[in-house]
């Protein structure tokens, strides 16, 4: 879920920021307005989608994962991940570590020892402020067999820790909120101050397609943000560029606020969208970030046609 690659650049190649590091990486964010520890539940980086726009490296895995997903039929898609295979194989996370981890680097944060590390140094006053655990990292967190109890784990963290103005944070691309054992999880993270910032690309099939390559149903997809909606914290995320010399049509636009409203129309207490572009390299080369007015004025349609809060986060 690299939604906000520009702010982990610092770390998203470096996960080990202290020696053996291995779950846990600080960001500061530009969406967070601070410090932000991201936690990567995805070792093998795996996915069930395929954004032409990511910036994970699969390396090696990819022409895996790519003809994985070019076969997977929707029910596998949206039960299982993507290769259908087991995280335990090599995959699995240890949670005393992922907490340990989360810990420490909150301490580190919270009495300014972060910042005396080079990396970290030049961070303005203002943003030396720990705002949020977000579960991002290098695949769908919610694909990881052991979600739940990492939700258990960085909510006890967060009681232990005895900060009430820290969020709990999962990024996601809404493919399995309605799920019951991550609704049960997804209860429990927003009874600990917790939002889901749910990733929407596209107002219609054909263009969520061509951009996050997923055999997942588009209304799979716009279901579940609306059963989000009506019952957690939300966010809706929509990545913007120009894929192949072309970003949105203003009809395609439109449709994708008509179903931004529809959520709404339905009962869903969406709290705000976040329209981003292409910040570093992509998956694809042909995914090229839009200009900054570019952006300006889908802001501007999304929030005419919806009435939402609409934040920007340009390429620069
Ligand atoms: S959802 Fe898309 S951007 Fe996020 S990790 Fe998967 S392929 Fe990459």
């Known amino acids: 879920m690299t939604f906000d690659e520009n702010e982990r650049v610092p770390t998203q190649y470096h996960p080990s920021w202290f020696e053996g ?21 995805s070792p093998t980086k795996l996915c069930n989608f395929r954004c032409v726009y990511c910036q994970v490296d699969r390396g090696e895995n990819r022409a ?37 981890e989360i810990l420490r680097l909150a301490r580190a944060s919270l009495d300014g020892e972060l910042f005396k590390v080079e990396r970290f140094a030049a961070v303005e006053r203002s943003k030396r402020v720990l705002r949020d ?8 967190p919610t694909l990881a067999p052991q979600f739940p109890e990492a939700v258990s784990r960085l909510a006890d963290a967060r009681r232990r820790l005895g900060y009430d103005p820290l969020k709990l944070v999962l990024i996601t691309n809404a ?40 055999a997942i149903p588009f209304e799979t997809i716009v279901r579940n943000i609306e059963f989000a909606a ?47 572009t292409v ?31 609409v934040e920007v986060f340009y390429s620069r």
């Open 64 to 100: 895996e994962i790519d003809r994985a997903i070019a076969t997977t039929v929707p029910e596998q898609a949206s039960s299982r991940d993507v290769l259908g295979r087991s995280h335990s194989c090599g995959g699995m996370v240890d949670l005393d570590v992922l907490e340990s």
């Open 21 to 41: 590091y291995r779950y846990v990486y600080p960001v500061v964010s530009r969406r967070s307005r601070g410090v932000s520890l991201g936690v990567n539940l």
């Open 133 to 140: 655990f977000a579960f991002s990292g290098d695949g769908e």
């Open 175 to 214: 493919t399995r909120l309605e799920r019951p054992e991550i609704a049960r999880a997804l209860d429990e993270l927003c009874a600990s101050n917790g939002e889901i910032w749910a990733k929407l690309d596209a107002g219609d099939p054909e263009w969520l397609r061509a951009v996050d390559r997923t």
């Open 230 to 276: 009506k019952r957690w914290r939300v966010k809706i995320q929509t990545a913007l560029f120009s894929w192949r010399g072309a970003g949105p049509t203003d009809e395609q636009f439109l449709r994708y606020c008509r179903r931004v409203r529809e959520i709404m129309e339905a009962g869903g207490q969406v709290e705000a969208a976040q329209l981003y």
């Open 279 to 309: 910040a570093r390299e992509p998956a694809e080369p042909d995914a090229r970030p839009l200009p900054n007015d570019v952006m300006d004025r889908y802001a501007e349609v999304l929030r005419r046609e919806t009435g939402l809060s």
